[in-house]
């Protein structure tokens, strides 16, 4: 059986020619990864089949379908050990070798350099999905109330625990079964993030979707209860939102 290494990694939103990188979100994630460390000398077909789990997991980071990371390897320091995406376009014969070595030169500064975090404050929204499982009763005498309404007087009651001390919260929609209580609750709440940029009011899109990753993982922190799954989240800051699936 292959050992599994636990490779890290690093990725930026690819932007266009020319651009500097040195305020650009870092984005990091470890893979497992079976079989050798990969290396200059790995095989192409290992190389693309790396990049393109690593873009499936961090598409979220991605402002349009069209959009693409560009993906280094780290070593055990942290380090960038080489430039995976460049290897790859240098392969597919997008670049040649002397472009390849200046083009991951000229970023090598820019995604190593020190990179200082400001906070931000944004107000974020989200559908909520709860589901109440475990444990509920419903035949409980605490509502006095039949059929649809006696579900929604729960799932107030409900989303009241879960969400009443966000900023914003109420209940969109409601299903029961005879073990479940689905509930759609929309929130709204502040929520403060560092990011590496310091102009807050003319944001790219990227910047835009990295806020939002950013929102949803602290909104998830908010909310108390076991089984929820937050979708549309969207942050706001000014004039500048972003919405996502």
Known sequence: ??????????????????FNYATSPRIRTII??????????????????LQERIMNRLSKYLPSEGGRLLIWLLDDHGTPAFFITGLIDHRNGKLTRLQLDKWAKSLLPQITCEQPMIELTVTASATAELT???????ETS??????DERDEWIADAKVSDACGHLDGS???????????????????QPVTVQVPWRNAMRLRKDQLEYLTVLADEELYEHVLADDVRLVN????????????A
């Open 1 to 18: 059986m292959p050992k599994s290494n636990a490779l890290r990694f690093l990725a930026v939103v690819e932007q266009s020619t020319n």
């Open 132 to 138: 109440f499982t475990d444990g509920f009763d419903f």
């Open 32 to 49: 497992e990864w079976a079989g050798a460390v990969p290396s200059r000398r790995s095989r192409h077909s290992t190389l693309a089949a």
């Open 170 to 188: 109420y209940v969109s929609y409601v299903e029961r079964d005879d073990n479940y209580l689905l509930v759609n609750a929309e929130i709204t």
């Open 233 to 244: 989240v969207a942050v706001e800051l000014e004039e500048a939102s972003v919405r996502t």
């Open 142 to 147: 605490d509502y006095d109330a039949f059929g």
